[in-house]
Nanobody, 118 residues
Framework: QVQLVESGGGMVQPGGSLRLSCAAS????????MSWVRQAPGKGPEWVST????????YYADSVKGRFTISRDNAKNTLYLQMNSLKPEDTALYYC???????????WGQGTQVTVSS
């Protein structure tokens, strides 16, 4: 079955960095676009970033552009999110999600918590 497992979250001070990972299994990872989505307490889901199946095309929400970098290693079936210059407003539960055509998130991981606090 499709499985997505996020890791790498934690607590950091403003300005710090974290690298999130998402281990994928149960499908042909290299053929599917992937996204990161986050949800802060009391807020709805917020799209963060998307990378196409080959890794050559990326998209970012304006709120993270220039600070976050999405990448993937198809040989390892792993998705990454490098987060730099973290801000308190980045505090959220971060999910990786599969994004097959026509462009919706059909499977999500369990999430990994990111807390940015001084």
């Amino acid at each position: 079955q499709v499985q997505l497992v996020e890791s790498g979250g934690g607590m950091v001070q403003p300005g710090g960095s974290l690298r999130l990972s998402c281990a994928a299994s149960g499908f042909t990872f290299s053929s599917v676009d992937m996204s990161w989505v986050r949800q802060a307490p009391g807020k709805g889901p917020e799209w963060v970033s998307t990378i196409n199946f080959g890794g050559g095309t990326t998209y970012y929400a304006d709120s993270v552009k220039g600070r976050f970098t999405i990448s993937r290693d198809n040989a390892k079936n792993t998705l990454y999110l490098q987060m730099n210059s973290l801000k308190p407003e980045d505090t959220a539960l971060y999910y990786c999600a599969r994004e097959p055509p026509p462009g919706y998130w059909d499977y999500w991981g369990q999430g990994t918590q990111v807390t940015v606090s001084s």
